[in-house]
C-alpha cells in the first residue's frame, strides 16, 4: 500500500530539565540543533502544585525545538521527552537522527536514564487502501465509521522487557462528516507502566527504537 506522510512520535517518560530560554542559551541551542534543522521556540508551559494552602500555578517559559517546516519537533518537559516527525524516510534513519539529537542534548536536560519507552507510528492511506479495508473488513456501504483496536502482550528481546503492542485502525467517511473518506492505522510499541524505575540508557533508547522496528513494519 502507498502511504502519504507517516507521523513518528517517540517518547521518553522520565526526570528532564526543560531547555532554558535565556538569551544566552538560545544561540546556544540554535548552533547547536542546526544540523538537524531544528530552531529553538519559546513556549510557556502551566505546573500546577499542591501544597497544604491550596493550590499553586506557575507560569514557565522553556524552548521547543521546531523545523521551518513545522513537520518535525521536539519538546522537553519536566517528565517527558518526546520528539515527532511527518516524514517519508526509513525507520533505521528517523531513529538514527532521533538517538544523535538526544546525544547531544542529554547535557542540556539532565538526561540520564527513563522509565518508560515508546513510539507510536500513524499512517494516513489513499482511497484504493480503504476500498481494500472495507472489503477485508466486510463494511457494508451503510457503515460509514468503524474502528479496530487490538493489543498484544509481546516480549521484545532487544531491551529483555515486556511491551505492549497497539495497533489501531480508524475509518471515518465523508458521511459521516469527513472532508473526504479517511482511513488510518496507528500501530504504538510502548513498555509497561507498571514499572516505573529509571533504568533505560541511551543505548538501551536505541536497542529498544530497533526491535520495536520489527512491529512496526510488519503492522
Do not use: C, W
Amino acid at each position: 500500500m502507498k502511504n502519504n506522510l507517516e507521523h513518528i512520535q517517540i517518547i521518553l517518560t522520565g526526570k528532564f530539565t526543560p531547555l532554558s530560554a535565556d538569551p544566552l542559551n538560545l544561540l546556544e541551542i540554535s548552533t547547536l540543533f542546526q544540523e538537524f534543522h531544528l530552531f529553538p521556540k519559546e513556549v510557556m508551559e502551566q505546573r500546577i502544585e499542591f501544597d497544604p494552602n491550596g493550590q499553586k500555578v506557575t507560569l514557565i517559559k522553556s524552548l521547543e525545538l521546531v523545523s521551518p517546516n513545522q513537520l518535525s519537533a521536539l519538546q522537553v518537559r519536566s517528565d517527558m521527552l518526546v520528539y515527532e516527525t511527518n516524514t517519508n524516510d526509513l525507520l533505521d534513519d528517523v531513529f538514527s537522527t532521533f538517538i544523535k539529537i538526544l546525544t547531544k542534548v542529554e547535557k542540556k536536560i539532565n538526561f540520564d536514564k527513563v522509565s518508560r519507552l515508546g513510539i507510536i507510528q500513524t499512517k494516513q492511506e489513499i482511497e484504493e487502501s480503504i476500498l481494500t479495508y472495507k472489503k477485508d473488513n466486510n463494511l457494508s456501504s451503510e457503515i460509514i465509521e468503524h474502528r479496530n483496536r487490538v493489543v498484544l502482550r509481546k516480549k521484545l528481546e532487544s531491551i529483555s522487557e515486556l511491551i505492549n503492542f497497539v495497533k489501531t485502525s480508524d475509518y471515518i467517511s465523508k458521511e459521516a462528516g469527513a472532508p473526504q473518506n479517511i482511513l488510518n492505522y496507528s500501530y504504538d510499541v510502548n513498555t509497561l507502566s507498571d514499572k516505573d524505575a529509571p533504568r533505560f540508557n541511551i543505548i538501551d533508547i536505541k536497542n529498544f527504537l530497533n526491535g520495536a522496528s520489527k512491529f512496526l513494519l510488519e503492522g
